[in-house]
Nanobody, 131 residues
């Protein structure tokens, strides 16, 4: 099955930018859509952005206008460009290949995110935004 490797996290000051990358070992879109999620310790993992194979994207309200999800289909890579970062964006960010049955908006996905069959997950990358 598909495996995911993330990169690009780090520390940045408020207002700064970071780009996360997620490389899949194979083209995932026949069985999955691709998404970015984030989790603060002690809190539920939450959806941030989703992209389909045709390039259709959806975003959580908290990141609309600041974050952009994109893909390089030829390389099976998904990106999350994060601009105008805020301290409240500090979290562990996870790339996910979400099972097609659960491919809806990030807000809807939050209802299923803890299911064992929800997605294949990357290892996570920490993003820290200081004020």
């Amino acid at each position: 099955h598909v495996e995911l490797v993330e990169s690009g996290g780090g520390s940045v000051q408020s207002g700064g930018s970071l780009r996360l990358s997620c490389a899949a070992t194979e083209n995932p879109y026949s069985d999955y859509c691709m998404g970015w999620f984030r989790q603060v310790e002690g809190m539920q993992r939450e959806g941030v952005a989703v992209i389909e194979g045709d390039g259709t994207t959806t975003y959580a309200d908290l990141v609309k206008g600041r974050f952009t999800i994109s893909q390089d289909s030829g390389k099976n890579v998904v990106y999350l460009q994060m601009n105008s970062l805020k301290p409240e964006d500090t979290a562990m960010y996870y790339c996910a290949a979400v099972q097609r049955a659960f491919c809806y908006t990030p807000a809807a996905m939050n209802y299923w995110v803890d299911r064992s069959d929800f997605a294949i997950w990357g290892q996570g990358t920490q993003v820290t935004v200081s004020s």
